[in-house]
């Protein structure tokens, strides 16, 4: 059997859903759009039923996809039952979906949630008199309780498809006519052809394509004409529209019907909600209170979820090392590819599981925002602001999991925009969110910023957090005015829930939901990228002559090793074809020493080593007065520390004539317009793949000198001042960096949202035009006025928020200007 949850938004079906079907569930998206579906499975006697979750929806019209959505899945599923689920508190906007459900002829169980919450307002329903009323089965429940889970299971076979509690007189003769016009032709339509009568004079363009599709195009023309012909009248006749009439009709019986189930003890007692809503939404304690909430959530998500991964990373540290046990050994200079990759792909999936920590608890909040009521009242203060640029008040949320301050992930941002039900707002988010400042975009502003503007971090900073939100809006503006343009839109209708207090199970199951959707969505494209850029930055080598010089150095730290050693009883155990194994046996042992965290920790890597190799132990940790063991421990790690610097040499100049090298190189003669030069094309190209490895190339390309112990800011300071680089060049490179398209990660995210590939180009092509023009401006006005990088930063951060101010006066001014123009002048300029 398959069973359908539909209800509006905010009713508790997700509650139910995970009620019902509690860990015997998984989430998907309906075939060819982006709206969640979710699936589960509960027993009903001996039978196991499939529970199909519905977007939450007010209405079966076809403003809103999720409409459209929920109206097909509920022709193409063929449902058993229909669990209509009512907000007890708010029955008269769950009747109007619940009216059109019975004109589909779907077999229905009304389901009132949330009973608790109306006895405690004093709210009482009449159930017996409501199902009488209506023809249905009526059950009670509490979800959040877990009350009502063998009622919902009992009532499955009593699902009744019953008739239309109130009529269309003015419709009838009409409705009836179209009746008879789509009975010859039953065999293609697969739904109630009442329904589809209604819905065609109503005008619904959803219906009339779909039928045009279906029917014979000679009794298309012979419906559409008759339909031509009749609804001018029909309208006529009602004064009104057929979708008014409709609606009239349907209110006054709703308005009616609550009049004599639904009584309230004190009806102009002030609710619980209302009174929290006096604050929370008051114009000026509102955005302080939004501001402490978004605080909140990064302290609890970002930083404190930030250091459990000390306690997560020793665990994928050791599957590291577990890995590694597996791979061919590392040769003394070259190691096998297999080796290479495999610890590559490693390490590439251990940076994403890192952050599983900070995604649970963020999407815990997030879970635990929804459905204590307040997300919606986030949407409803930032509308207004953020109408004006074509973006949603639902956008907020993913520009705060973005990284709206900073510190976000553009990957889960995106997933959030799932909720935005205007289409063209959604696209405008999803193309806008990886603007904001990420985790990962952070680390190579305070590496710059702590070279070049030492007396000025604060103000850059501010700087740099602040103008990605400007650019963000100003791009979606762009957007929405130009390819967004024709994008289908909806009324923006917002439902402010009562507030309700989360259960924990609901919050830990969505929480680990969303992030094993992460996990898995963004996981399995790891081990194609990583395979990508080892080749990228592998292939060609290193030249063949270059090659036998570092073979040669190699030859003379062995050969030193062996000189100085000549006569050591210990070395009769270390022939040279073990010597890589010795050397790779010490490089392992200090660093599992390094990772030991406490004494008990220390012994254990002392006793697992000496396990490990019983010869080669003594010539690491030398026995106490052995001057035999403590000398050819000293000249290994000399030996070892020779290797690390050749090796260190070989991976410098493989990674410049690599082809992402090549690739750098190759970019110069552009990108010197903006200051660039190859090492920072270089960074910019493989922080494509994650926005950490801009540091992490810098670092090997910033190589360190063999007597020094500088860090990187010293050593690319020291570089950059010695090549006459400024801060012109760094504000160059944050422009750029602050608009720099995506990680690959979340171009697929957004080829997934999305789910066409020209958004995921846009994505890629607009940020990288924009933010190369914008760091050319900076780099090429700075120097041809002599400004310095901290004037020339300040110049165009002021340019821009004075475009922002002037984009979102633009219709406030068009209207004052309109007050002035005559009635001749508005009709010329409105054409």
Avoid at 159 to 179: E, G
Avoid at 684 to 706: K, N, P, Y
Wanted: charged letters at 15%.
């Amino acid at each position: 059997m398959t069973i359908l949850l539909a209800g509006q938004q905010n009713a508790g079906k997700s509650t139910l859903f995970n009620m019902l079907t509690g860990a015997r569930q998984h989430v998907a998206n309906y075939p060819g759009v982006t709206v969640d579906k979710k699936v589960g499975f509960f027993k009903v006697g001996n039978e196991t039923c499939g529970l199909v979750d519905l977007p939450g929806t007010y209405s079966l019209s076809s403003f809103s996809l999720e409409e459209r959505v929920t109206r097909q899945a509920l022709s193409d599923l063929k449902p058993t039952a229909v669990l209509n689920v009512l907000d007890a508190v708010n029955l008269s906007r769950g009747l109007n979906l619940t009216m059109q459900l019975i004109e589909q002829s779907q077999p229905l169980v009304l389901v009132i949630n949330m009973m608790d919450i109306a006895q405690s307002e004093g709210i009482t329903i009449d159930s017996d008199l409501l199902s009488k009323r209506l023809g249905l089965p009526v059950i009670e429940t509490i979800g959040k309780q877990a009350r009502g889970k063998q009622l919902i299971a009992d009532s499955i076979s009593t699902a009744t498809v019953t008739q239309l509690p109130y009529s269309l007189p003015k419709l009838t003769q009409a409705q009836q006519q179209l009746v008879l016009l789509l009975q010859s032709n039953q065999h293609y339509l697969g739904q109630p052809i009442e329904w589809l009568a209604l819905r065609l004079l109503e005008q619904d363009a959803v219906v009339e394509g779909q039928l045009k599709e279906a029917l014979p195009t000679e009794e298309w023309e012979k419906i559409s004409v008759w339909l031509e012909e009749t609804i001018p009248n029909l309208t006529a006749l009602l004064t009104m529209s057929v979708s008014d009439y409709v609606m009239t009709c349907r209110n006054g019986f709703i308005q009616q019907l609550l009049q004599d189930v639904v009584h309230e003890a004190t009806p102009d007692k002030e609710t619980r909600t209302e009174k929290i809503d006096r604050w929370v939404l008051n114009r000026y304690i509102a955005p302080c209170v939004l501001l402490a909430t978004v605080f909140l959530i990064y302290q609890l998500s970002i930083v404190y979820g930030y250091e459990l991964t000390n306690y997560t990373w020793p665990y994928l540290a050791a599957t590291r090392e577990f890995i590694a046990g597996f791979l061919p050994a590392a040769g003394f200079l070259h190691d096998p590819y297999v080796r290479s990759m495999g610890l590559w792909i490693v390490d590439s999936a251990n940076t994403l599981l890192n952050y599983v920590p900070i995604f649970l608890i963020l999407f815990g909040l997030i879970a635990a925002l929804e459905d204590s009521g307040y997300m919606a009242r986030i949407a409803f203060i930032v509308d207004k602001i953020l109408h004006k640029f074509g973006l949603h008040g639902q956008s907020t949320l993913p520009m705060i999991l973005s990284g709206v301050f900073a510190g976000g992930c553009a990957v889960p941002g995106i997933m959030a925009t799932k909720g935005i039900p205007d289409h063209r707002a959604r696209l405008a988010t999803i193309l806008t969110v990886p603007f904001m400042n990420c985790l990962a975009k952070v680390p190579l502003y305070t590496l710059l910023v702590s070279i070049f503007f030492v007396e000025h971090k604060a103000l850059m900073m501010f700087y740099i957090a602040t103008i990605t939100i400007i650019a963000a809006l100003l791009v979606a503006k762009l957007l929405t005015k130009t390819v967004l343009r024709g994008t289908e839109t909806a009324p923006f209708v917002m439902e402010l829930p009562r507030y309700h207090m989360p259960t924990l199970r609901s919050v830990l199951t969505r929480a680990f939901e969303r992030t094993w959707i992460y996990i898995k969505k963004v996981g399995t494209i790891v081990i194609a990228v990583s395979v990508v850029i080892f080749c990228l930055l592998q292939f060609p080598g290193v030249p063949n002559s270059q090659q036998q010089t570092f073979e040669q150095q190699a030859t003379a730290a062995i050969d030193r090793f062996y000189t100085k050693l000549k006569g050591n009883p210990y070395l009769d155990n270390v022939p040279a074809a073990e010597l890589s194994a010795l050397v790779n046996y010490y490089t392992d042992f200090k660093r599992a020493k390094l990772n030991a965290t406490s004494p008990s920790a220390s012994k254990s890597v002392n006793v697992a080593f000496s396990e490990r190799n019983a010869l080669f132990y003594p010539l690491v940790v030398p026995p106490k007065g052995d001057k035999a063991a403590k000398k050819i421990s000293r000249e290994l790690r000399k030996l070892a520390s020779s290797r690390k610097k050749i090796r260190r040499k070989m991976k410098e100049l493989r990674l410049e004539t690599s082809l992402l090298g090549q690739l750098g190189r190759s970019m110069e003669p552009v990108t010197q317009l903006a200051g660039f030069d190859w090492k920072i094309n270089v960074a910019l190209l493989s922080s494509f793949a994650a926005r950490e490895s801009s540091v992490a190339t810098l670092g090997v390309l910033f190589q360190q000198d063999d007597d020094s112990n500088d860090t990187l800011e010293a050593r690319m300071s020291s570089e950059t001042k010695d090549k006459g680089s400024s801060d012109l060049s760094a504000v160059a490179v944050i422009l750029f960096f602050a608009l720099y398209p995506p990680c690959l990660a979340t171009m697929i995210m957004i080829r997934v949202q999305t789910g066409q590939y020209r958004w995921m180009l846009l994505a890629i092509f607009l940020p990288t035009g924009l933010g190369f023009l914008v760091a050319t401006t900076a780099y090429t006005l700075g120097n041809l006025f002599a400004l310095s990088g901290i004037a020339m930063m300040s110049w165009i951060y002021g340019t821009s928020l004075a475009t922002l101010l002037l984009v979102a006066c633009s219709d406030t001014l068009k209207r004052w200007k309109q007050r002035w123009l005559t009635p001749q002048q508005l009709r010329n300029e409105n054409g």
